[in-house]
């Protein structure tokens, strides 16, 4: 018996407020219409010992090398135990952020070296990109006013302020720039049938 074609992995990513969590459904249901077999994650999270350190991360100040060690503590028992499995079974993993969340966060938005960041994603997931990343691509003042707007009590990070986002969304705009064939853009603030639409776009030929 043929072993199962290795997976794709798609990721999700955009400033707090962009409306990933609206849209990853969806792209998870797209593509088991199309018979796939989907795998749906975050991070930080996806384990027991993940979601532990998310619920530190997102709660716990620090300063931005120990969150970033913590970022990649997370994504390498994620990396392990869940998302290389399911690729090797033939899986698609639909992602809800990355490490290029940590380049944008912790290294455009907090100032940690990217070369640093970078020997981290090596030691932990080396060889293992996405094969396509979805960016939600929104003004700052647009997502915060739907972070205010939402009613839920906010993390830290989403508490950062607009200058932070500032330099957050310009990192994912310079990577899709970097990486156009990879990470592909997505106006988040168009009505919802345009952002199915371009979805579909982005999704095309992965």
Same mark, same amino acid.
Request: glycine share 6%; net charge neutral.
């Given at each position: ?6 997976? +794709? ?10 409306? +990933? ?41 620090? #300063? ?97 302020? +607009? ?13 899709? #720039? ?29």
């Amino acid at each position: 018996m043929n072993a199962p074609a290795y997976g +794709k992995f798609i990721t999700l990513e955009g400033v707090d407020g962009a409306g +990933k969590s609206t849209h990853i459904q969806y792209i998870a249901d797209t593509l088991r219409a199309e018979s796939r077999k989907v795998l749906v994650t975050r991070e930080p999270g996806g384990t027991e010992l993940a979601e532990a350190l998310r619920k530190t991360l997102l709660e716990q100040a620090m #300063d931005p090398f120990t969150e970033t060690l913590l970022m990649f503590a997370a994504r390498a028992d994620h990396v392990t135990r869940v998302i290389r499995p399911a690729l090797l079974a033939g899986n698609w993993v639909v992602c809800d952020r990355f490490t290029d969340a940590t380049f944008a966060y912790q290294g455009a938005g907090k100032g940690v070296p990217a070369d640093y960041i970078r020997r981290l994603a090596d030691l932990v997931h080396p060889g293992l990109k996405p094969d396509r990343t979805l960016v939600f691509d929104i003004e700052p003042a647009v997502s915060g006013q739907r972070l205010q707007n939402s009613g839920k009590a906010l993390d830290r990070f989403e508490r950062e302020d +607009k200058s932070f986002f500032d330099r957050v969304r310009r990192a994912y705009l310079e990577a899709a #720039d970097a990486e156009p064939q990879r990470v592909r853009l997505i106006n988040a603030a168009a009505d919802m049938q345009t952002i199915r639409e371009a979805i579909a776009r982005a999704m095309y030929n992965v």
